[in-house]
């Protein structure tokens, strides 16, 4: 759902992003892991994704998934 419309590869990484962070917010942590991943894993190359990383390993610290 989003990002359905958006075509840039950076603006899709910045939306992803984004989207991830509002679930952080709102305590959604496995919802904000999925979208982590999934930035961290497809847009590596996007100045984005080093951010991703440590928000992902933040949220999966915060969920206690260390073995993960």
Request: avoid cysteine; charge should be neutral; proline fraction near 1%.
């Amino acid at each position: 759902l989003y990002g359905a419309n958006v075509t840039d590869r950076d603006e899709l990484a910045r939306t992803k992003l984004l989207t991830a962070t509002l679930y952080r917010r709102y305590g959604q942590h496995a919802r904000a892991i999925a979208v982590l991943a999934e930035l961290v894993e497809r847009y590596r190359e996007q100045p984005t994704a080093e951010l991703a990383a440590n928000l992902l390993l933040d949220s999966m610290i915060r969920t206690q998934q260390y073995d993960q």
